[in-house]
């Protein structure tokens, strides 16, 4: 792929498949590096694991990982057309927040998964990742939807499909957000509708 050493992407997630570089390490059962398209032009990015992605190996693949196919079902896209990673690649016990120091810990896996992928747009699942990529002072309320472009890359962030199982009220808003992310894909990277 574009410029790629080979064997660059196993040699990160052979690494990522050894860390205990926080905590995260000792309880995990499963890492979960991501899946999808590792050139897609299109990148989403949650915040970690939860029981389910844990015990799998896959990211968003319960409750939440159901709304989320819906949502790219409502772009047209599917998980093999975009890649699909998170900010902690292992399990916060309980499902609490990562904290600040394991996403430190953690967040050069998902660096160099962007500077392998080369997104053209990357969509952030909730408020922990729109934290990390976008501004550390993201409010998701107030900020959901708008657009920002970061050294050539296209940003949004949408409600976590988590907090849209909790609350209804939020959906009709990620509607509205989603047809914004569709149009955007459709300008920026045409190739993945033909
Ligand atoms: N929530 C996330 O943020 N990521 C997952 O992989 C699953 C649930």
Redo the contacts with the bound molecule.
Sequence with gaps: MRGRIPGEWEQLEARCAQCQACELGRTRTKP?FGVGRQDSPVLFV?????Q??DLTG?????A??KLLDDMLSIIDLGRDNCY?A??VKCRPPGNRDPREEEQAACVGYLYEQIRLIQPKIIVC??R??AGVLIRKDFRITREHGQWTRINGIWYTALY???ALLRDLNRRPETFLDLLSLRDKVKEVCPELYQ
């Design positions: 979960v949650g915040e970690g694991p939860g389910q992605e896959e990211p968003f693949v319960g939440a990982g699909i998170n900010v699942l909730g922990i990742a976590h499909p988590s």
